[in-house]
């Protein structure tokens, strides 16, 4: 048989395949030039060719080997048709059409005829395998994996973000999987060893030179590599099982004697020893009150209004689900300091300090709930925005040795080290995880997310702490939300669930940690 059209163009990529699979000893051996066939249990890989303008294309009968589809070319090369049961489906030479059971379906590039195989282009295969086959097919371009049937594939999601001065990954699974972490010169490699995972990376820029990046290269173990920077000192791994979940923790090296951050930890500071007892007793913040009405809405409902009410439906939720004691900063229409609110927790030697407040926006369309812990860098534009709106957490003296809003370096860096909420971020963050969970399952808006933000009133508390944003005040149709009573009641029952779901974990991770040092460092 004659090259087809196009077969010029074709670059075959078994080559690089076949180097890669003989490198078996590495980890990172990526594989893009194969795709992983996942049917009735069993893997395949299947390598693929590259066509024209970078389209991948893959030999039909290699895909579905094994499924009972029979194959038949016509005399001429021109078309093959594929059965199975009593269905068929025919694809031609050089044409972007398949023919299925009698219609016309386009694909996505022209399949072709080259040494007797038929090439189809592998983003076409589901439809026109799922037809043939009459099961579920689909291809997930991130795993590179076709699927076939229900074969369920664990899902990992990696997101990253800097907690104070270390940088924290997060590897979240949809079901329970190994993880394996290796530390090797100048990175940190995550590996999966399933059959096959599909990545989603939910990066952030890392700055802080502790992280630098993190890619997925897959390979045969699933091998995520987070690339290490300069200021890297140590690695610490926290694995839990429900829901499965890895934590690493990077942690800086201490600066340079004689600088000024000098005085700032070596590390972050130790947190406290996980107590096995759990979360007791919760000290809830309704945010404003008295003089300070907070944020206004277009109908007249006011912040101040709306976090105490909603505040005293969590109080409940958290004493009746859970069985904890709960304080309040004010139980009634009255003004606190920042400062003072803090200190009450404080005082009651509470567990967990939730202070709860309702945005606003210039922007009326803005909607959704957003979860808040402290840091001394707002995690974007929009965090910084709510934190000033919300009193920013710079003490007047720090504010005037950081240089202003744009001193979000080494000074501001210390002064916030020193505060009492430092040794509690990691668990600040867990907490504000769960939280926001929950709350964007229980509200339906759309996940504004976990973020981080200079806080005033979170600087001072000596337990993890979180500001809860409820929903925007300043948008009409959540201001009617958040005026009902239900919708109060539905968010404080939300937020107590993450409260207890952050609870158990705590409890879990209790005696589960496990420490990594640097070979051959400190
Ligand atoms: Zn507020």
Do not use: C
Request: charged share 20%; glycine share 10%; hydrophobic share 45%.
């Amino acid at each position: 048989m004659s090259l087809a059209n196009g077969g010029r163009s074709i670059l075959v990529r078994r080559l690089i395949a076949a180097t890669l699979l003989t490198g078996g000893t590495s980890l990172l051996a990526a594989a893009p030039s194969s795709i992983v066939i996942l049917a009735e249990g069993q893997r395949r890989e299947v390598v693929t060719v590259q066509g024209r303008g970078d389209v991948e294309l893959v030999a039909i009968d290699q895909v579905v080997s094994g499924l009972g589809v029979s194959l038949t070319s016509d005399p001429g090369g021109t078309a093959a048709t594929l059965t199975f049961q009593k269905r068929e489906i025919a694809v031609y030479k050089g044409k972007s059409l398949a023919s299925v059971g009698g219609d016309l379906r386009l694909l996505s590039a022209p399949v072709v005829y080259d040494h007797g195989k038929w090439l189809v282009p592998v983003d076409s295969l589901a439809r026109l395998l799922q037809p043939l086959l009459g099961i579920k097919v689909e291809w997930r371009p991130s795993a590179r994996v076709v699927l076939f049937g229900n074969t369920g594939i664990p899902r990992v999601t990696v997101s990253a973000f800097l907690t104070g001065d270390a940088a924290r990954v997060v590897f979240d699974a949809s079901e329970k999987v190994p993880f394996r972490i290796h530390q090797e010169e100048g990175r940190v490699t995550v590996a999966v060893p399933r059959d096959v995972v599909d990545p989603v990376l939910q990066q952030e820029r890392m700055t802080g030179g502790i992280v630098e990046q993190i890619q997925f290269v897959g390979g045969r173990e699933n091998v995520f590599v987070i690339t290490l920077g300069k200021r890297f000192q140590q690695v610490k791994a926290f694995e839990q099982e429900q829901p499965p979940r890895l934590v690493l923790d990077f942690q800086p090296i201490a600066p340079a004697a004689g600088t000024p951050a000098a005085r700032a930890p070596a590390q972050a500071p130790r947190a406290p020893a996980l107590d096995a007892a759990g979360i007791r007793t919760v000290v809830i913040d309704p945010g404003h009150g008295g003089n300070d009405l907070g944020a206004q809405g277009k109908g007249g409902l006011l912040e101040k209004d709306v976090t105490l009410g909603i505040a005293r439906r969590l109080r409940a939720a958290l004493t009746n689900n859970l069985g904890l004691q709960v304080f309040l900063t004010r139980d009634r229409d009255q003004e606190i300091s920042l400062d003072d609110r803090t200190a009450i927790a404080n005082n009651y030697k509470a567990d967990l300090f939730i202070s709860i407040h309702a945005n606003a926006s210039r922007a009326r369309s803005a909607t959704g709930s957003e979860v808040y812990f402290l840091s001394y860098q707002a995690s974007d534009e929009e965090s910084r925005r709510v934190a000033q709106s919300e009193g920013l957490a710079l003490p007047p003296s720090a504010a005037a040795s950081a240089g202003g809003a744009g001193g979000a370096g080494g000074d501001l860096a210390l002064i916030l080290w020193d505060m009492a909420q430092a040794e509690h971020l990691e668990e600040s963050s867990l907490l504000a995880m769960r939280v926001q969970e929950e709350l964007a399952a229980a509200t339906g808006t759309d996940r504004r997310g976990v973020k981080q933000a200079p806080f005033r009133v979170l600087v001072g508390a000596a337990m993890p702490a979180v500001l809860v944003e409820i929903a925007f005040i300043s948008n009409p149709e959540e201001e009617k939300l958040l005026a009902q009573d239900v919708f109060q009641a539905r968010v404080a029952a939300a937020l107590a669930r993450g409260v207890g779901r952050y609870d158990q974990e705590y409890a879990q991770r209790a005696g589960s940690a496990v420490t990594l040092s640097r070979p051959g460092g400190q």
